[in-house]
């Protein structure tokens, strides 16, 4: 069971990028998956989050507009499309699965039962 993050890379800001998170061992229909973020001496911060059955979404409100989560259930796949990139949002992004009894405590990385490796996003000025 894991989940596998990809897509980060370096971009100039102004620019875009594509997570993806591949989910695999098992299924996740009653899991909400989340992306969270870590710039180096930070603490976890949430990005976004996604309800895998009905394909609800969750946003941290300063990131609305910029950043879209969304899912590929026949890939397994949740994607996060950012735009407008800045350099503070570099940091390490990784993705985690919360099950849904606790969808409430979508923001909170603690709740989180299983997490993938970060992918590194690097946005220059």
């Known amino acids: 069971v894991q989940l596998q993050a990809s897509g980060g890379g370096l971009v100039q800001a102004g620019g875009s990028l594509r997570l993806s998170c591949t989910a695999s061992?098992?299924?996740?229909?009653?899991?909400?998956l989340g992306w969270f973020r870590q710039a180096p001496g930070s603490e976890r911060e949430f990005v976004a989050a996604?309800?895998?059955?009905?394909?609800?979404?969750y946003y941290e409100d300063s990131l609305k507009g910029r950043f879209t989560i969304s899912r590929d259930n026949a890939k397994s796949t949740m994607y996060l499309q950012m735009n407008s990139l800045k350099p503070e949002d570099t940091a390490d992004y990784h993705c985690?699965?919360?099950?849904?009894?606790?969808?409430?405590?979508?923001?909170?990385?603690?709740?989180?039962?299983?997490w993938g490796q970060g992918t590194e996003v690097t946005v220059s000025s």
């Open positions: 985690g699965a919360l099950p849904d009894f606790w969808a409430d405590k979508y923001r909170e990385a603690s709740r989180y039962t299983l």
């Open positions: 996604v309800t895998w059955k009905g394909g609800r979404t």
């Open positions: 061992g098992r299924t996740f229909s009653s899991y909400i």
